[in-house]
């Protein structure tokens, strides 16, 4: 779709890094363990993103650049050895472990692909070292798990390589739903990334592959260089971006169209039902989308087809286009799409608009909420079960949550 | 390089926006990159602030490094003045612009701003959260505070209150304890700062007589600075606790040169009968582990010790530029300080003391659950839970009271869990209940045959099954210290089977 030309603005960026991925991606990956390589901002980010999950022994940490390092006066490979020694030592059941670069270590220079490959040689084949830039000036929130699958693709095996492979983490609840769904349409399918690493799936010429998330430009391109191919598709959101990927798979492997049906008829009448309920609250509302985590036009595409939203502006971190192709053109004629941010303008746009609904970051959802406007924060868009035909009316339900809710406190204060 | 799975302190700009955020007509352009701007939902939703800090961020990328990231601070500087119009602007940088040396005090000034510009410079790979926070202050006030003015005969005393910022653990209602106490003492509150304070307002500093320092992390360094060049004197007791309240009083009535009399024959904290009413003997020595932000740490174990009849078997904090000050109070509990900012070093050092309470931050919360020990928060750094709806303030006389309550809460229910315990083949009260404030829900199976929170301790004695009997019907809150007296006993003895004589004996022995 050309008629959409993007507003394209620089300015302040009200977004997360990408090493706020692996707040998700250690909870998806069991025995794998991320070493954020920073500086005491990084680790305070990932503590405050992570909530109370850093208090369950979590997997991930940060090794914390001093002054010594910077000085020179400690070699800061010899102390990242030590410091990977020290951990892994202290969680045997690690293996594989994810060097993380962050801003001061890229600015340094500080080299974590010789690191990795150093600590691997030393560490292998207990455990696996690997590496990639969850760095704010390199990447936003999400596209952390880009750059981690990316750097994991060269280490996939090529024999036995799947027919299907899924791409992007997705909670292992809509993971089994999406293999038996393929299972029942004889699909054979394997997920990367993988719930232990110890399980990567094959891939090799010929392999077809679908994407489970829009954020996953880099992973795409390797796995595209290794000779698998993309199925195009929209995004599994809904009942129509569900069917709609699973048809791009069915068709890649000449599924009849009747079984096609016959499977996937149940999840769509499901889906149907569950969304009827949230399409009388939710449709002639206006929705303003901060950009966050490149969802945000399947979303977009989603709110305003299946429960009748009206689009005021689409704001997204990264268009990547090609991978949009089957939702640009869903998307209503006219909506605002904006690719990058200046912050400030961003809010006199949503102010002026009187949006409905507001999704945005929690940086921001409560000073618009004070402001009187209704709010959905972003974040849990990422971190809920959202794909799929069983999770299409919880999606729904997390955008007419508020709007339910604003409703009753004025109900109770009239 | 330091490996750290957790945090007690945010790097020095969060400090910085503290300071801002707590402030008006003020606002901090910081050269950071995309990303720091995490930062603000630590104010919109662990303080719940209904507005975002007044921060603006560079967010450089990896494609504006080269020449013109300088660029980019001029033009976010130049747009935040035009469209915040503050009184003054802070300049500086995060812990990556340190790295690509920029330098925004100078930028800033090329740009010939027609208000005040403070540059600060925070080392971030060398300094932390509270540290910056006192640097920012310390150098707002150096910059903004006007020349003494002269004093003015027969006006009422007036002081300044210094320290209460965001992000800071009961600050909101400290001050207005604090502001009680000084109203009804007839001292006037000339400025309050950094809470709610402008740059005009910080002009005015020198118009009071003396500061009453509330936080000394953050507001010491401005207070010594007043003192020098302004000559005022500041106050040293911070008021937590009933007895700090009224040494607080009369150092206060005493800068003041007023009568403290009436206000402190007023007894009027609760907690103080409270602690003395019989139901609270069973505190008697109970042993409490303290650990926080110097400040309070202090303080609380000052309360737990002298207040509520607790005995002192830990005292640590995580700020290193208060070491000496707590290193001085733990001497007077003759126990070894801890002075240390890894969470597992604290962790070690609670297992290792075996308290019955723990008094700490967050993290200690954490640590205490995972050990099944009791405790309360009494320091920052805390979670949206502990910025309530209700008054709860820490200082002052009614503050006396939150701490009560608060510390003493946990133990109650440690005693409901025993009684319940102790009366486990009741038709009540069998194992499988859930303690009365958790529901009735019974627990599941598993979970009620792990629930003994004795720790298995690797040893090479065999207990009896008379003695293992016995030994769980001890409460459960003390029941490891014994295991592990009455395996130290055994094995110091060189018994190899600990029965139920030698359980007693060693009970004995260690008796205290």
Redesign the interface.
């Known amino acids: 779709m050309n008629r959409v030309i993007p507003l394209r603005e620089r300015g302040q960026r009200e977004v997360f890094c990408g090493l706020t991925g692996i707040v998700w991606l250690h909870r998806k990956v069991q025995d794998a363990f991320f070493l954020v390589v920073g500086s005491r901002t990084c680790a305070h980010l990932v503590q405050s993103a992570a909530g109370v999950m850093i208090f369950a022994e979590p997997r991930f940490a940060t090794a914390i650049i001093d002054e010594r390092d910077l000085a020179g006066l400690a070699d800061c490979h010899d102390e990242l050895d030590r410091v990977v020694a020290r951990l892994l030592a202290r969680r045997p059941e690690i293996r594989t472990l994810f060097l993380v670069g962050s801003c001061p270590s890229e600015v340094i220079k500080l080299d974590l692909a010789r690191a990795a490959q150093r600590l691997d040689g030393v560490h292998a084949p207990q455990v696996r070292v690997l590496n990639y830039s969850g760095s704010g000036i390199e990447t936003t929130f999400t596209q952390g798990e880009d750059a981690c699958l990316a750097a994991w693709v060269p280490r996939l095996p090529r024999e036995g390589a799947a027919p299907l492979l899924v791409v992007g983490s997705l909670p292992d609840v809509v993971e089994d739903q999406f293999a038996r769904l393929f299972g029942a349409l004889g699909i054979p399918v394997r997920f990367f990334p993988p719930r232990r690493s110890t399980e990567l799936p094959a891939v090799g010429p010929g392999t077809r592959f679908l994407l489970a998330q829009p954020f996953l430009a880099e992973t795409a391109r390797l796995l595209e260089e290794r000779g698998a191919v993309h199925l195009a598709a929209p995004f599994p959101f809904g009942e129509e971006g569900t069917t709609g990927w699973l048809r791009a798979a069915a068709a890649a492997f000449e599924i009849p169209p009747a079984l096609f049906d016959a499977v996937t008829r149940p999840g769509r009448e499901r889906a149907r039902t569950a969304l009827a309920a949230h399409h009388a609250r939710l449709a002639g509302k206006r929705v303003f989308l901060f950009p966050d985590s490149q969802l945000e036009v399947p979303l977009a595409r989603f709110l305003a087809r299946e429960l009748g939203m009206q689009l005021v502006e689409v704001g997204t971190p990264y268009l990547h286009r090609a991978h949009l192709a089957h939702e640009l053109p869903l998307l209503p004629e006219g909506v605002t799409l904006s690719e990058g941010q200046d912050v400030e303008r961003q809010l006199d746009r949503c102010r002026a608009a009187r949006p409905d609904l507001v999704v945005c970051g929690l940086g921001l959802a409560n000073t618009l909420e004070a402001e009187g406007l209704t709010t959905k924060w972003s974040i849990e868009l990422v971190f809920s079960p959202v794909h799929g035909y069983e999770q299409a009316g919880d999606l729904a339900e997390l955008f007419a949550r508020p709007l339910v809710r604003k409703e009753k406190l004025a109900n109770a204060a009239a | ?7 007690y ?3 020095p ?2 400090g910085a926006m503290r300071v801002a955020t707590a402030m008006r007509e003020l606002h901090y352009v910081l050269h950071a ?10 104010f ?2 662990i303080e ?5 800090p007044p921060v ?7 494609r ?2 080269g020449g013109d990231t300088a660029e980019l601070f001029k033009t ?1 500087a130049r ?1 935040a003045v035009e ?1 915040f119009a503050p009184q003054a602007l802070l300049v500086g940088a ?3 612009a340190e ?2 040396q920029d330098d925004p005090g100078g930028l800033a000034a090329a740009l010939n701003l027609s208000i005040p510009v403070i540059p600060l410079e925070l ?4 300094r ?1 959260e509270n540290w910056g926070a006192a640097e920012t202050f310390y150098r707002l006030v150096r910059a903004l505070a006007a020349p003494p003015a002269p004093k003015t005969e027969g006006r009422a005393p007036r002081c300044n209150i210094l320290g209460p910022t965001a992000l800071g653990f009961r600050h909101r209602d400290d001050l207005q304890e604090i502001r009680g106490l000084l109203g009804r003492l007839g001292i006037a509150v000339n400025v309050v700062a950094p809470w709610g304070a402008s740059p005009a307002d910080l002009a005015r500093l020198p118009e009071a007589d003396f500061n009453v320092v509330l936080y000394p992390e953050i507001a010491a360094t401005a207070a010594q600075f007043l003192q020098r060049q302004h000559g005022q004197p500041f106050t040293r007791t911070v008021p937590i606790g009933v007895q700090a309240t009224r040494a607080f009083i009369a150092e206060v009535a005493g800068l003041a040169q007023v009568d403290a009399t009436a206000l402190l024959a007023e007894e009027e904290a609760r907690a103080t009968w409270y602690s003395r009413s019989v139901d609270s003997t069973y505190l008697t020595n109970k042993r409490v582990f303290v650990f926080g932000d110097a400040t309070h740490a202090v303080a609380a174990a000052r309360v737990a010790s002298s207040e509520l009849g607790l005995q002192v078997v830990g005292l640590g904090t995580y700020s290193r530029e208060f070491a000496r000050e707590l290193r001085e109070a733990a001497k007077g509990y003759g126990v070894e300080p801890l002075i240390s900012d890894d969470y597992l070093e604290v962790e070690a050092a609670i297992a290792a003391a075996q308290p019955e309470l723990v008094l700490g931050t967050q ?1 200690e919360r ?1 640590v205490a659950k995972r050990l099944g020990l009791p405790c309360a928060v009494i320091s920052a750094p805390v ?1 949206v839970q502990d910025f309530p709806a209700r008054h709860s303030p820490q200082m002052g006389f009614e503050g006396a009271n939150v701490l009560f309550d608060t510390w003493v809460a946990p133990l109650m229910m440690g005693l409901e869990e025993h009684l319940l315990r102790m009366f486990r083949d009741d038709f009540e009260f069998h194992e499988g209940a859930a303690p009365s404030h958790l529901g009735r829900a019974a627990l599941p199976v598993e979970q009620s045959a792990s629930a003994d929170p004795v720790p298995a301790v690797p040893s090479t004695t065999r207990w009896t099954t008379d003695a293992e009997h016995e030994l769980r019907k001890i409460p459960f809150f003390v029941r490891g210290k014994a295991r592990r007296n009455t395996e130290r006993y055994a094995s110091d003895r060189g018994l190899a089977t600990i029965t139920l004589e030698t359980l007693y004996e060693a009970k004995a022995h260690f008796s205290r």
């Open positions: 390089m330091q490996l750290t799975l957790w945090t302190e945010g790097p700009h969060v990159p995309q990303g720091d701007t995490y930062a603000d939902l630590l919109t939703m719940r602030l209904p507005r975002r603006t961020y560079t967010t450089f990328q990896a504006d490094l976010a747009e469209r995060s812990c990556t790295l690509i080392p971030a790979y060398q932390k993290m954490h979670h």
